[in-house]
């Protein structure tokens, strides 16, 4: 009803005339909306409601029913007695004393009178019916709206999922109950009219009113609750209402059973082998939710049975060696293998635990005989930080087949209950299911609920009642099932992926079980949950339990039950023995994105080396004049914009780029070359100091955008920029898993200011810096983030570079071997590549190697804002023509270069202060005995001096002192000018900022600075 109320806001309503011309009439009233248009049949608007009308002969009151719904849409669509009538009862008048005598109205205004009738009493029995029916109706809809709150989910039998034990006051657990709705046991055996928002009648449109609740406890207060009530659109309620409520829905086949049985045995017998092989090891097993890998199963068969063709899963420690065994299907000797703590790892890098590990296989169905691809995503120990990769990685997929309705490929996460609560990227990643570049189209989220986080109960770790409230905040239905009933767990498993499939939402599976070891198989969980434990051991498990109810149906004879519990151990034991022969580990059988035909070249592995990044005149010319024009007519752009493009244009003609227009260079000319680039972060589109402006938006007609970029050529690769919500750690989680599924595309993530991807370091702690050397998985995403002090405050002045410099894993202390292939084989020997380019040109040469490197590593760039617009921040065409290369060094090339026995002092910096130290140089008249290289010249007769804006223990001093002292065999010593050391990044006082940058200009260019460092 109230959605009907919600719906009743949109309509127009009758007229005074439409509503008195609609007294009596017996024809179909039809009532115009917002959306079209509803007809109510057929309804008699009775000029009162008295005991003569035919609907109390108990064979019409289906008039009624109908007429209370056309008042729900429009109340003047009833006469005003009627409408007095539905008003006071939906208001919770008494029995007796919703009628309203017509006498007692006011024509003129239609309100209803302060003061029941006296007539009230003398239409009892007509009163009474209606008042009856609406009582039904509300107790139905109480059901769908609570009965989840009494459902039977607890297999231990002594917990409450929701964390209440308290029973809702209108749910029928009694008959003293009935008196809540106005009823008493003398009503159980009447008829009542089922209304349409309702299925527990199947065939039937009546029934008695105790048949009424047995059903609604049969659909809401079993094994299985569901919670659906808060989704705003009526279609979806009816669609789910119907898959619970229809009587004998949830029925299963002979054959449907003897597979659930037999994926049950597979289950819960892996486990058990593990255990009895290992048992002094941790392994995070399943034992207590057994039910989950056929849950897993069933949701991939019925989304095969629909078409999908690539499943990509996310998913915590526990359960995911059975996960990869028994749904992934690896071979179970390379699970075994990893137990043999003797055998080392072939491959380089440092590997994981196998328990983190991830695995990519193709393979048959077998349900659907459809040929299926399962992607389990490696993970680390931060729970549920794998769920935006693994989003980003189904939505690369889907893109690159063109899959633009998540018809082919779809993602399924799993979680624990805790994290499920306790961790805001779960709700930062619901927050990106529905927006239009993020969207995977529905996903499927199973969570497995021990109701205990490590040793901490579920009443110390959530507020909400349940740990999936959070998934309601997108409207996602939310299946809660006793993880002890294997059927009920496939039934909503199956409803689950016909949800995805139908509606292309989000929806969650919880399984309510309990963890029969501690949190591993070493932990004592007596300690702190004594009773529950006490119970878990006297619990008899899942597989017995289904396996003796199929017996006792004969659905299988206990014969055949124990031959298969035979032949799976079988598969364990040869499995384990060829495990044995298994001399090396190989963590390249785990990869879960694997780039098939990249590091090879006609058969043979790619050479270390790098071609020129630099373009031709013509094409860079096409690249400009498409940068500085709208290619669509009739597109009305802002004056500002008019002039920026005037601007750009004026740069091409003069045969120089700023820092915009080189960024534009370098993701035309990878889209010309057919190599898909996508720009994601927080005001991208426009660039946070209005700089880049990709999406050009008609000032006269809303939404009407032009993407320039998108048409530099017929058969170029499509450009993707997108806005993205105000998220840091699940955007680049989402642009990392995106940059997994395929080396051949540029994808980057921009923080908006430099310290933003603070709230993104678990991905980058976790995932980016170590990811090859954890999972041999290389990873070419890109991340920009501003780094530069401006006296604005510590919050908007510094990327950290002290943290990603120390984070990478090249020795200070070793001279690389100076070879052919140097440069490039330094790249490919460290785990990432971070760069602070002065010049638009080296930003530019260093994005599209970024693509033409013959392996992927992540860039880490930092780009400061005051460079964006610096008018010495340019770059002249011939430093990007073909045969130029990014500078890993800009060395000086003025006065001191031409004179290096006169340099006094060497100044080594990078980034934008290159621009202030060369502006104090010339007001100091000091460009012949001060050299300022960024970062290779050498000079005989100089002082070493490194200056950075950043203060001393920040910045990039500690990472370049011990690299400059090993190149030149620390002959002599590399000298600090700078900010000193201090807590935050930068100081908020613009005077105090300003006196700093005086102090180590001074000191940089002092003859005796440095007397205080000796």
């Excluded at 930080?385 to 309705?405: I, L, M, R, S």
């Excluded at 006793?482 to 496939?490: G, K, L, Q, R, S």
């Excluded at 898909?676 to 660039?687: A, F, I, T």
């Amino acid at each position: 009803m109230h959605r009907l109320r919600t719906c009743a806001a949109r309509l127009r309503p009758l007229t005074a005339s439409q509503a008195a011309q609609t007294v009596g009439q017996q024809r179909p009233i039809t009532v115009a909306s917002t959306g079209g248009t509803r007809t109510f049949q057929p309804i008699r608007c009775y000029s009162a409601p008295v005991a003569s009308e035919p609907f109390l002969n108990g064979t019409s009151s289906n008039y009624v029913e109908e007429m209370y719904y056309a008042w729900l849409e429009n109340p003047k669509s009833v006469h005003k007695s009627w409408d007095v009538f539905f008003r006071n009862a939906n208001a919770g008048a008494p029995p007796g004393a919703a009628y309203q005598s017509p006498l007692g109205l006011s024509a003129a205004s239609g309100l209803v009178a302060p003061q029941l009738s006296s007539l009230v009493g003398a239409q009892p029995n007509v009163e009474k019916l209606v008042e009856d029916h609406l009582a039904v109706q509300s107790l139905i809809r109480a059901y769908q709206i609570r009965g989840h709150h009494v459902a039977q989910l607890d297999p231990l039998g002594i917990m409450d999922a929701d964390l209440d034990s308290c029973v809702p006051t209108d749910i029928i657990t009694s008959s003293d109950k009935l008196g809540f709705y106005g009823l008493d046991d003398s009503d159980l055996d009447k008829v009542f009219r089922l209304p349409t928002t309702t299925f527990i009648g199947g065939s039937e449109s009546a029934l008695p009113l105790k048949e009424i609740i047995r059903r609604l406890e049969m659909a809401y207060c079993q094994h299985i609750g569901v919670e659906f009530m808060f989704i705003n659109d009526l279609e979806q309620c009816q669609w789910i209402r119907q898959k619970f409520e229809t009587p004998g829905v949830m029925q299963f086949t002979l054959e449907e059973k003897r597979t659930l049985l037999a994926r049950m045995i597979r289950s819960t017998r892996f486990e058990e082998f593990l255990q009895k092989k290992w048992s002094a090891e941790k392994r995070f097993g399943l034992e207590g939710c057994e039910s989950l890998i056929p849950a897993l199963k069933t949701i991939i068969d019925k989304s095969s049975e629909n078409g999908v063709e690539n499943v990509i899963m996310g998913m915590p420690h526990r359960g995911r060696l059975n996960v990869l065994a028994n749904v992934i299907r690896k071979e179970l000797e390379q699970i075994f293998c990893q137990f043999d703590s003797k055998l080392e790892a072939a491959d380089e890098g440092s590997g994981d635990v196998k328990y983190h590990l991830g695995m990519y296989h193709r393979r048959i169905n077998r349900v659907t005989d459809r040929n299926i691809t399962l992607s389990l995503v490696a993970n680390p120990s931060h729970l549920e930080a794998v769920d935006p990769v693994v989003q980003g990685k189904t939505k690369a997929e889907q893109f690159y087949c063109g899959d633009n309705d998540g018809n082919r490929v779809m993602s399924i996460l799993l979680h624990g209950d805790a994290a499920f609560a306790g961790q805001g990227i779960v709700y930062e990643t619901f927050h990106l299911s529905d927006l239009p570049s993020y969207t995977t189209h529905g996903t499927v989220h199973v969570v497995v609920n021990n109701q205990i986080g490590f040793t901490t109960d579920p009443r110390m770790a959530r507020s909400s009642p349940y740990p999936t409230d959070v998934a309601r905040v997108v409207n996602a239905p939310i299946f809660h099932v006793n993880a002890d009933d294997p059927e009920a767990v496939i039934y909503v498993c199956k409803v689950a992926a016909e949800w995805r499939a139908t509606f292309h939402k989000d929806v969650v599976v919880d399984l309510v079980c309990y963890r029969r070891m501690g949190h591993n198989e070493m932990d004592e969980p007596m300690f702190t949950q004594p009773l529950m434990y006490k119970q878990i051991k006297k619990q008899k498990p899942v597989l017995q339990k289904y396996a003796e109810k199929l017996i006792a149906e004969g659905a299988v004879s206990r014969q055949e039950y124990e031959e298969e519990i035979s032949k799976y151990d079988k598969i364990c034991e040869e499995a384990y023995a060829r495990s044995k022969d298994e001399k090396i580990l190989h963590i390249k059988h785990w990869l879960d994105s694997p780039w098939p035909g990249f590091f090879t070249l006609d058969g043979q592995p790619k050479s270390m080396s790098c071609p020129s990044t630099g373009l031709t005149e013509e094409n860079l010319n096409h690249i400009g004049q498409m940068a500085s024009s709208v290619p669509v007519e009739d597109f009305t752009i802002h004056g500002g914009l008019s002039r920026i493009l005037k601007g750009r244009a004026e740069m091409v003609r003069n045969r120089t780029v700023d820092w915009a227009l080189g960024e534009y260079m370098a993701f035309g000319s990878l889209l010309k070359e057919g190599i898909h680039v996508r720009l994601s972060g927080q005001d991208v589109e426009r660039g946070t100091f209005s700089h880049r402006h990709h999406v050009l938006h008609d000032q006269n007609v809303d939404k009407r955008i032009c993407i320039p970029m998108n048409h530099l050529s017929p058969d170029q690769a499509p450009y993707t920029v997108c806005n993205s919500s105000l998220s840091e750690y699940g955007v680049l989680g989402f642009e990392l898993g995106f940059a997994m599924a395929s080396p051949n595309a540029l994808i980057l993530w921009e923080a908006q200011f430099g310290d933003f991807h603070n709230t993104a370091q678990c991905i980058i702690d976790q995932f980016i810096c170590p990811g090859q050397a954890k999972w041999v998985r290389q990873n070419g995403i890109v991340l920009s983030a501003d780094s530069v002090t401006f006296g604005h405050g510590p919050e908007h002045s510094s990327a950290r570079p002290e943290r990603f410099l120390q984070m990478c894993n090249d020795d200070p202390d070793v001279m690389p071997n100076i070879t052919e292939d140097f440069a490039v084989r330094q790249l490919y020997d460290c785990n990432w590549i971070v760069v602070n380019c002065s010049s638009p040109g080296n930003y530019f040469h260093v994005l599209r190697r970024q693509i033409l490197l013959p392996f992927r590593k992540p860039l880490i760039v930092f780009t400061p804002k005051s460079l964006l617009r610096h008018p010495e921040a340019r770059a002249s065409f011939d430093e990007m023509l073909p045969g130029t290369h990014f500078q890993r060094l800009i060395p000086e090339r003025g006065l001191a270069a031409e004179r290096p026995e006169e340099v006094k002092r060497l100044i080594f910096c990078t980034g934008k202060v290159y621009y202030e130290l060369t502006k104090e140089r010339k007001n100091r008249g000091m460009e012949g005995n001060v050299a300022i290289a960024r970062i290779e010249q050498l000079f005989a007769n100089a002082d070493l001096v490194w200056c950075q804006e950043e203060h001393k223990n920040q910045g990039y001093y500690d990472y370049v002192k011990p690299r400059i002292r090993t190149t030149i065999q620390r002959a002599k010593p590399v000298w600090y000018a700078g900010r000193e050391s201090a807590a935050a990044p930068a100081t908020g006082n613009k005077n105090t900022h300003l006196m700093e940058l005086r102090r180590f200009l001074d000191t940089a260019f002092g003859l005796d600075a440095f007397k205080d460092q000796q």
